[in-house]
């Protein structure tokens, strides 16, 4: 009987010794910041592990995301996207005064919700901030599937209501909004497109499901699915470009629960490998390739061509 070969060991050769793809930094575009891993829901496959329990990721405050502010402006090119992702973003009691700093930079700001309880305890100072700042500020709300009883599927029964409550207020209140949902229901892209369509007619909500910023549609991950690693000649076979994966434009800082400070790891989806933290400088972490040495690496970004940014 034949012996499996382990994949994604080395972060130089695969594992049939072909020389592995990495990807160097050429413009930081998203400067994304992991607010924290708790999150009001415990969704099935969520690829960060969020939960009302995993404080994996701990809470950043103020004070950890005004350095990399100061650095990001001293970029050039600066970032034109500052990005806020959990768990739940607007858990962190801070959220609001980083959002505020961020946008008072100069920045825009992204930040990723499930548009539910603990964003619409904070619908007063949201809409102040988007009238501070106008078209500065957008929020895109998860929405797995176009159907309720496929999204609740996902994410817990009672799970609907409230998101879609909180979609139409921030439509209402003038905010600006796309909605990510999911590719696990074995339907085609354009039936996805099709039905998310028919939901924001019915709702009334100025979405356009044919434009992929204004609903995102993310591959499954998981971690134990057999996915090919990336070599070097793959780019041409694939006829896809370095530049086209999202370590080849963006960086997350996190912060470790029992850490000093926090650190910039490679993307927004491997928070937890030590291999793809990067340092706790920006100007440490977008100074070195990035081998694409996992899973997530190939079946997101580059078979999946999928990205977390507003911007791709």
Known sequence: MAVAVKKFIDPYVTAT????ASVLLGTLDTLWFNTGTLCNLAC????????????????????DV???????????????EIGFTGGEPFMNPAIIDMIA????AGFKVLVLTNAMKPMQKLMGPLAALNARFPGKLFLRVSL??????????LRGARSWEPTIAGLLWLVKSGLAVSVAGRMIWGEREDQLRAGYGRLFTELGLPVDERDHAH??????????????????????ILGRSPSSVMCSNSRMVVKHKGADRPTVAACTLLP????FDLGATLAAATA???????????????LGGASCSGQH
């Open 17 to 20: 010794g072909a020389p592995r």
């Open 215 to 236: 609903l995102i549609l993310f591959p499954e991950m998981r971690v134990d699915e057999d996915v090919p690693e990336i070599t070097e000649q793959c780019w041409a």
């Open 66 to 80: 005004r350095p990399f502010l100061d650095e990001a402006k001293r970029r050039h090119p600066q970032p034109s």
């Open 272 to 275: 937890y490998d030590p291999a």
């Open 44 to 63: 099935d496959n969520c690829y960060i592990e969020s939960s009302p329990r995993n404080d994996r990721l701990i809470y950043l405050s103020r004070d």
């Open 288 to 302: 070195q390739p990035v081998p694409l040495n996992h899973p997530f690496c190939a079946r997101f970004c580059v």
């Open 101 to 104: 700093d961020s946008l008072g």
């Open 144 to 153: 797995d599937h176009y159907d309720k009883a496929g999204h609740e599927q």
